[in-house]
């Protein structure tokens, strides 16, 4: 956590020192629009009846992610470059499986005990990704990306089955995980394209979805942990405009 902070804190400070030495905020700016598909997480670990929920029960096949970030070039030595950035981003499941109802409530963390599944499940998250380019020519026409991301949630926002009437949300901001992303890209005139493919994952452990309901042990070992490293495929498509130009 600290060697994050460290790292959002000096791609912060590179923006602002290299914008104060005769650059306008723009130059050398990009903005991106990217989604993400992505394996369900279906681990039900010990849950009554897992393989029912999800071969009989449910209808959803794959999760999907929506993103909005901007980037700026600080450095480029050669045909390397790094682009720090920041923006936002929204997961969503619709993967049926029972959660914690619990976490939604008030600070008295009293909850109905009725088990609920999920019909929708939304993270909202602050994204932090920064970019390295290391480019075949001078344009940029075809560069290797590797792209490092730390979030941060703030928001998430839940509805459950049967009938859809149960829903909720929580707003808390926390530390959400880091990924790293290596690919491919290209440039046409102002636009970029990326086609980026999740390498690692590590996430802090989600309350909501994993908890003492899918375990037959009072105190499992796997909730003990804070952080996963699960990593289900994630294939990304980005496309990205130059807002200011400065070859």
Excluded at 56 to 62: D, F, G, P, Q
Excluded at 103 to 122: C, K, V
Excluded at 158 to 177: C, Q, Y
Aim: hydrophobic share 40%; glycine share 4%; net charge positive.
């Amino acid at each position: 956590m600290k060697k994050i902070k460290s790292i959002l804190t000096a791609s912060i400070c590179c923006i602002f020192l290299h914008c104060s030495f005769g650059q306008g905020v723009l130059d050398n700016t990009k903005i991106f629009s990217s989604v993400s598909l992505l394996d369900q997480d279906k681990r039900l670990f010990f849950f009554p009846h897992a393989e029912e929920v999800i071969t009989n029960r449910e209808e959803s096949k794959i999760d999907w992610e929506a993103s909005v970030y901007i980037q700026k070039r600080i450095f480029q030595l050669w045909m390397l470059s790094a682009w720090p950035g920041f923006g936002y981003s929204r997961f969503q499941t619709k993967f049926s499986r029972p959660f914690d109802h619990n976490y939604f409530t008030t600070t008295t963390g009293i909850g109905t005990f009725d088990l609920r599944y999920i019909d929708s499940y939304t993270i909202h998250k602050l994204v932090f990704p920064t970019s390295i380019h290391f480019s075949f020519s001078k344009k940029d026409a075809f560069f290797l990306n590797l792209t490092c991301i730390p979030a941060f949630d703030f928001n998430k926002r839940i509805r459950s089955l049967p009938n859809r009437e149960w829903k909720h949300n929580k707003w808390k901001a926390e530390f959400f995980g880091i990924e790293l992303n290596p690919g491919i890209g290209g440039k046409i005139g102002r636009m970029t394209f990326l086609l980026n493919y999740r390498y690692l994952n590590i996430v802090k452990l989600d309350r909501v979805i994993f908890n003492h309901a899918l375990f037959y042990t009072k105190d499992p070992p796997f909730l003990a942990q804070t952080y996963d490293d699960y990593n289900p495929t994630k294939v990304e498509l980005t496309i990205g405009y130059d807002i200011n130009r400065h070859d």
